[in-house]
C-alpha cells in the first residue's frame, strides 16, 4: 500500500465556494502530481512539484492553484469553485528516477483521489 | 509526438479469456512503459513495466509485448478473472532524475464475465 493519502475523498459544494483539496505522503518523495480525471477516464496533469516551493503548471490548464511548503504536503485550490471544476482530482508522488537506465524507475503513487461535484 | 495511443476503450470477455489491450507511441525517447490498473473509487496503482531493451516481461498472469521497431507495446491478462475487471492504462516515461514526465493513455474499461 502507498503511503500517500487525499481528503476529502467526496465534497458537494455550491459554486464561488472555496475549497482546498489535500494531499500528503509520508514516503519522502520530491516529486508530487495532481492529475485530473475526467469521466471518460483520462488522466490529464494540472500541476506538478519537483520539490519545495517548486510547482509548475501541467498538460491541461488548470484554474486551481498549487503550493509546496513542506515535503510531503502538496494542497490544490479552488479560489472560487465551478460546475466546470466537477471532477476526480488525483494526487500523486514518486520518487526519483535512476540516471541511465537504473533500477529506480520513478514509480508514480497515487492517492484514493477526491471527487468534487460543483453545483 | 507526445501522445500515448491506446485501444480498445473497452474490452469484455469471458471468465479465462485472454484480453489484450494494445499502446503505440512516436516519441523515441520514451524509456519506461508502465501499465496501471485502477479498481472504481480508487487512484491507479502500477501493475506491470517494461524498458525498451527487452521484448516480453511476465509477472504472473500479466504479460507486456514490446515491439521496439513498431513503437508498440501491449498488456496480456492470461486466465482472466472477474476480479481483473477494471480500467487499465499505458503510459510511456522519459527523462532521467529530476526532470522525467508521464504520458498516459486514454484508458481501457475491461470487464470480466463470470
Known amino acids: 500500500e502507498a503511503d500517500i493519502y487525499q481528503t476529502p475523498r467526496y465534497l458537494v459544494i455550491g459554486t464561488g465556494k472555496k475549497i482546498t483539496l489535500e494531499c500528503s505522503q509520508t514516503?519522502?518523495?520530491?516529486?508530487m502530481y495532481w492529475y485530473q480525471q475526467d469521466p471518460g477516464m483520462e488522466l490529464h496533469l494540472i500541476h506538478y512539484s519537483y520539490g519545495v516551493n517548486s510547482t509548475e503548471k501541467g498538460d491541461l490548464s488548470s484554474e486551481s492553484t498549487v503550493s509546496r511548503i513542506r515535503t510531503e504536503h502538496f494542497p490544490l485550490t479552488l479560489e472560487s469553485a465551478r460546475p466546470s471544476h466537477t471532477s476526480q482530482y488525483l494526487c500523486?508522488?514518486?520518487?526519483?528516477?535512476?540516471?541511465?537506465?537504473?533500477?529506480?524507475?520513478?514509480?508514480?503513487?497515487f492517492g484514493e483521489g477526491s471527487r468534487l461535484t460543483v453545483l | 509526438q507526445q501522445q500515448v495511443k491506446q485501444s480498445p476503450q473497452s474490452l469484455i470477455v469471458q471468465k479465462g479469456g485472454i484480453p489484450i489491450i494494445n499502446c503505440a507511441y512516436e516519441?523515441?525517447?520514451?524509456?519506461?512503459f508502465p501499465w496501471y490498473q485502477q479498481f472504481p473509487g480508487k487512484g491507479p496503482a502500477l501493475l506491470i513495466a517494461i524498458r525498451p531493451d527487452v521484448s516480453e516481461k511476465k509477472e504472473g498472469r500479466f504479460t507486456i509485448s514490446f515491439n521496439k521497431s513498431a513503437k508498440q507495446f501491449s498488456l496480456h491478462i492470461m486466465d482472466s478473472q472477474p476480479g481483473d475487471s477494471a480500467t487499465y492504462f499505458c503510459a510511456a516515461s522519459w527523462g532521467t532524475s529530476g526532470t522525467y514526465k508521464y504520458i498516459f493513455g486514454t484508458g481501457t474499461r475491461l470487464k470480466v464475465l463470470a
Open positions: 500523486a508522488s514518486s520518487e526519483n528516477r535512476g540516471i541511465g537506465g537504473g533500477s529506480d524507475t520513478g514509480e508514480l503513487f
Open positions: 516519441n523515441t525517447a520514451f524509456d519506461y
Open positions: 514516503m519522502g518523495h520530491d516529486k
